[in-house]
């Protein structure tokens, strides 16, 4: 969910990944995120049909609640995506050094 401080930075919630997660595991930690997002949108769209009127303050925390799951699968998924680069690059033996 997203925070707006005194200075009126939106701050978003952050999703620490665990340093001992396999690439594996991130992937399915994103799916699982995604697939919660997706679950939200439904039932927030759901409601929204059913009902004759719609409390906007509900409904923008609960927007902001998709978007913050959504950015931490994303997020997950990046870093998934990183460690697969890094182990690739390890294997192969075509690390960068410093020049």
Same mark, same amino acid.
Request: glycine share 8%; aromatic share 6%.
């Given at each position: 969910?997203?925070? /707006?401080? $005194? =200075?009126? +930075? %939106?701050?978003?919630? @952050?999703?620490?990944?665990?340093? #001992? *997660?396999? !690439? ?23 409601? /929204?049909? $059913? =009902?004759? +009127? %719609?409390?906007?303050? @509900?409904?923008?925390?609960?927007? #902001? *609640?998709? !978007? ?32």
């Amino acid at each position: 969910m997203s925070i /707006v401080n $005194e =200075s009126g +930075t %939106v701050r978003r919630a @952050r999703y620490y990944i665990d340093p #001992d *997660a396999s !690439a594996h595991e991130l992937l399915n930690n994103a799916a699982e995120l995604l697939q919660y997002a997706g679950g939200l949108t439904e039932l927030l769209a759901e409601f /929204v049909h $059913e =009902s004759d +009127t %719609v409390d906007c303050r @509900r409904m923008a925390l609960s927007l #902001d *609640a998709v !978007a913050a799951l959504t950015q931490m699968g994303a997020h997950c998924a990046a870093e998934a995506h990183a460690r697969l680069a890094w182990e690739k690059g390890e294997m192969s033996g075509n690390a960068v050094g410093p020049h």
